[in-house]
Nanobody, 120 residues
Framework: QVQLVESGGGLVQPGGSLKLSCAAS????????MGWYRQAPGKRRELVAV???????NYADSVKGRFTISRVNAKNTVYLQMNSLSPEDTAVYYCNADGKFPMGGPFASWGQGTQVTVSS
């Protein structure tokens, strides 16, 4: 079973920065896409940013120019550098990964979520 462990959330003032990390483990053969999603209270979970194994990225319009997603394939780890944070970025941030097991079966897994709060 694939496990995704997130870290790096916390409380930050408006205009500040945070960097989230997510490490995947559990008999993985390959990971195709890794990404970050977020869910604010009373709202649906939404895409923040995704990155493929080849480094292609896609961002939500609301975070373009402020957030940067990156990954280290050898470590099965994805990062989200968040700059110029605003209160509207407050949410639980979830890591997601999809890929394949050694026998070829697919997987798609979610992390447990990490809280990001932007407040003065």
């Amino acid at each position: 079973q694939v496990q995704l462990v997130e870290s790096g959330g916390g409380l930050v003032q408006p205009g500040g920065s945070l960097k989230l990390s997510c490490a995947a483990s559990g008999g993985i053969f390959s990971i195709d896409t890794m990404g970050w999603y977020r869910q604010a209270p009373g709202k649906r979970r939404e895409l923040v940013a995704v990155i493929t194994s080849r480094g292609s990225t896609n961002y939500a319009d609301s975070v373009k120019g402020r957030f940067t997603i990156s990954r280290v394939n050898a470590k099965n780890t994805v990062y989200l550098q968040m700059n110029s944070l605003s209160p509207e970025d407050t949410a639980v941030y979830y890591c997601n990964a999809d890929g394949k097991f050694p026998m070829g079966g697919p997987f798609a897994s979610w992390g447990q979520g990490t809280q990001v709060t932007v407040s003065s």
